[in-house]
């Protein structure tokens, strides 16, 4: 069972901020929201459907039955196994690192301009109970994802004036570039939830003797089980 979530928290710890004139936190946290480039153009429902759906259609996919909270009737009164997952959290959240491009004239001068590299980080915190087994337990985990301009840039010098020019070609972000992130994600999310539901199935039925035990992930492209995880969820508690 899958509790979705209808809030979308959104920052922009990179923004500029002049404390002394804005020294509440909540002001502070205004005016990094309206100087955002992407945060406040974000529409939460759409971002929020497109992860939700995208996650549950790769849990289908995976061969899972999905049911949401407002069958939790029917879904409770089971006595299958089952899990439930609890969004706890979604953070989108806006970014820079500053980069430089050189260049050098013919003396071999040093000449730079400092220039923006954009990010968008998805983090999430989601809570998941299993239910109807001996060992049940209930763990909260988190993952962190992001997105980043591509930087294509030079610097020129113009011979017939004798200036340098910046020829800024990145490919950044776009809004369209971050609804599609949000659908990825919620992929990620059902994939690496797969492993850990195996894994803890493993867990739970391997001998207690067995040593050296490792996590196992399914690779879905090749429909095969192969040793060791390539990404996994940060168990926070």
């Given amino acids: 069972m899958l509790a979705p979530l209808n809030f979308l928290y959104k920052d922009n710890p990179g923004a500029y901020i002049d404390v002394s004139r804005y020294p509440g936190r909540a002001q502070q946290d205004s005016v990094a929201y309206f100087n955002s480039n992407y945060v406040q153009y974000i529409s939460d429902s759409i971002l929020l459907t497109c992860f939700t759906n995208s996650m549950i259609d ?5 061969g899972y039955e999905v049911t949401l909270e407002e069958s939790a009737d029917v879904f409770l009164n089971s006595d299958n196994p089952k899990w439930i997952i609890q969004l706890s959290q979604l953070q989108l959240e806006e970014n820079f690192t500053p980069r ?3 260049g050098y ?7 730079y301009q400092q220039y923006r590299q954009n990010s968008i980080t998805i983090n999430s915190w989601l809570e998941v109970n299993h239910l109807n087994t001996e060992n049940a337990r209930k763990q909260l985990l988190y993952l962190s994802g992001y997105i980043e301009d591509f930087p294509d840039q030079n610097v020129s010098l113009s011979y017939y004036d004798g200036l340098f020019y910046f020829n800024d070609a990145r490919d950044t972000i776009s809004m369209n ?10 992929k990620k999310h059902a994939e690496l939830l797969f492993d850990y539901f195996m894994n803890d199935y493993i867990r739970t039925n391997l001998p207690k003797s067995t040593a050296n035990r490792k996590e196992m992930h399914y690779n879905y492209k090749l429909n095969k089980i192969e040793a060791g995880l390539i990404e996994r969820f940060d168990v926070v508690k």
């Fill in 177 to 186: 570039d971050i609804y599609k992130m949000a659908v990825s994600s919620g």
């Fill in 58 to 62: 790769r849990f289908v996919a995976l």
């Fill in 105 to 111: 004239d013919d003396e071999d001068e040093e000449y």
């Fill in 100 to 102: 430089y491009i050189y």
